[in-house]
C-alpha cells in the first residue's frame, strides 16, 4: 500500500495495521453534539442570544432524529461526543442515542476551551461527565475528545489513568498511532480528526461575532469528502468525521452524508465507532 513511503521518514508514527475483512479503510462518524454550547463559547453576547441558542437546539430536536434514522437504514454504528451539560438538557434524547447502539464520547461538560484548566479540574470535570453518562445510559466512556481541540500536557497520563481508549484530539497523521509515556507504549489510539472532515469548515454562517461564513452546498462537501476517501483509501489509512447535529442534520446534508456512506461502502470502508477502531488497532498491536 502507498503508506509504505512514509515508513523511514523521520518522525513517522504510522502503525501497520490490517482492516477486519480485508476492507481498505477505516471510518468514523463522529457526532459532536454540542447542541447551544456550539454559540455559549463564541464569546461575548451569545449565551443570551434566543436565536442562536435555537440553532444549537435544532441539533437534539431536529437532526438527531434524522441522523439516527439514516445510521439504522444502513445498521452503522457512531460515536456520539456529548457534552454534560447538553446530557443534563436532553437526557432523553441522549438515551435514545445509546438505545440505538451508539458510542457516547466525552466532550467536556460547558465544551470548555480553556488552555489553563488545570489537572486537578480537568479531572473533576471528567468524574462530574463520567458519572452522568453511567446514570443515563450504563456506558462507561472510553473516547475522548476535546472541546475545541484544546488538550493539555497532562491530558495523555489523565486518559490513560482513566481508562480512555480513544483519543481524537491530535492533527498530524492520516492513520491511527499509539500514545507513548516516558517513552513507552501506552494502550490509547489517536484516532485523528481535521478540519477536513469537519463540517463546521463548510456550512458554519452566522453574522454574530465571531462571524463565519463557510456556507458550502452539500454537492461541494460531497465531492471534497468523496476525493479525500478514494486517495485515503489507497493508502489504507482512515478518516475520523466532526459532524454537528446542528448542521449536518438539515435535511439536504443528511441526504449527502447518506450518499457519501453508500459510497464509501461500495470501495471498502469499515465504518464503525472510535472505541471499535481504537480496540482493533489495540489488538493488531498486543495491546488489547
Not at 27 to 31: A, H, I, P, Q, T
Not at 281 to 285: A, G, I, K, N, T
Given at each position: 500500500?502507498?503508506?509504505?513511503?512514509?515508513?523511514?521518514?523521520?518522525?513517522n508514527r504510522?502503525l501497520?495495521?490490517r482492516?477486519?475483512?480485508g476492507?481498505r479503510i477505516a471510518?468514523?462518524?463522529?457526532?459532536d453534539l454540542?447542541?447551544e454550547?456550539m454559540?455559549t463559547?463564541?464569546?461575548?453576547?451569545?449565551?443570551?442570544?434566543?436565536?442562536?441558542?435555537?440553532?444549537?437546539?435544532?441539533?437534539?430536536?431536529q437532526g438527531?432524529p434524522?441522523?439516527?434514522a439514516?445510521?439504522?437504514?444502513?445498521g452503522?454504528?457512531?460515536?456520539?461526543f456529548v457534552?454534560?451539560?447538553?446530557a443534563?438538557?436532553?437526557?432523553q434524547?441522549?438515551?435514545e442515542?445509546a438505545?440505538?447502539?451508539?458510542?457516547?464520547?466525552f466532550h467536556?461538560?460547558?465544551?470548555?476551551e480553556?488552555?489553563t484548566t488545570?489537572?486537578?479540574?480537568?479531572?473533576?470535570?471528567?468524574?462530574?461527565c463520567?458519572?452522568?453518562?453511567r446514570d443515563l445510559t450504563?456506558?462507561?466512556?472510553?473516547?475522548?475528545r476535546a472541546?475545541g481541540?484544546v488538550?493539555?500536557?497532562y491530558?495523555v497520563?489523565l486518559?490513560?489513568e482513566?481508562?480512555?481508549?480513544?483519543s481524537?484530539?491530535w492533527r498530524?497523521s492520516?492513520?491511527?498511532f499509539l500514545h507513548s509515556?516516558?517513552?513507552?507504549?501506552v494502550?490509547?489510539v489517536?484516532?485523528?480528526?481535521?478540519?477536513i472532515?469537519?463540517?463546521?469548515?463548510?456550512d458554519f454562517?452566522?453574522d454574530s461575532?465571531p462571524?463565519?461564513?463557510?456556507?458550502?452546498?452539500?454537492a461541494?462537501m460531497?465531492?471534497?469528502?468523496?476525493?479525500e476517501?478514494d486517495?485515503l483509501?489507497?493508502?489504507g489509512?482512515?478518516?475520523?468525521?466532526v459532524l454537528?447535529?446542528?448542521?449536518?442534520?438539515?435535511?439536504?446534508?443528511?441526504?449527502?452524508?447518506r450518499t457519501l456512506i453508500?459510497?464509501?461502502?461500495s470501495r471498502?470502508?469499515w465504518?464503525?465507532?472510535?472505541?471499535?477502531?481504537?480496540?482493533h488497532?489495540?489488538?493488531?498491536?498486543g495491546?488489547?
Open positions: 500500500m502507498s503508506s509504505k513511503l512514509y515508513e523511514n521518514w523521520p518522525g504510522d501497520s495495521i482492516w477486519p475483512g476492507k471510518v468514523m462518524l463522529g457526532f454540542d447542541a454550547t454559540w463559547t463564541r464569546g461575548d453576547g451569545n449565551a443570551d442570544h434566543i436565536t442562536n441558542l435555537s440553532r444549537g437546539a435544532y441539533g437534539p430536536v438527531v434524522r441522523l439516527l439514516m445510521l439504522d437504514d444502513f452503522l454504528k457512531a460515536t456520539f457534552p454534560g451539560v447538553v443534563d438538557q436532553y437526557p434524547v441522549v438515551k442515542i438505545a440505538r447502539g451508539h458510542e457516547i464520547g467536556g461538560y460547558y465544551h470548555e480553556f488552555s488545570t489537572r486537578a479540574q480537568e479531572q473533576a470535570t471528567m468524574e462530574q463520567e458519572a452522568l453518562i450504563g456506558q462507561q466512556m472510553v473516547s475522548h472541546p481541540g488538550i493539555h500536557d491530558t497520563d486518559l490513560v482513566r481508562g480512555y481508549i480513544a481524537s484530539n498530524d492520516d492513520g491511527p509515556v516516558n517513552g513507552r507504549p494502550p490509547l489517536e484516532v485523528p480528526k481535521d478540519s472532515f469537519d463540517d463546521t469548515a463548510y454562517y452566522t461575532a462571524e463565519r461564513y463557510e456556507l458550502k452546498s452539500p461541494q460531497l465531492e471534497i469528502w468523496k476525493e476517501f486517495f483509501a489507497d493508502e489509512r482512515m478518516i475520523n468525521f454537528h447535529p446542528q448542521f449536518i442534520g438539515r435535511a439536504s446534508r443528511v441526504q449527502m452524508l453508500g459510497y464509501m461502502i471498502g470502508a465504518i464503525d465507532t472510535n472505541a471499535a477502531v481504537a480496540r488497532v489495540l489488538e493488531q498491536q495491546l488489547a
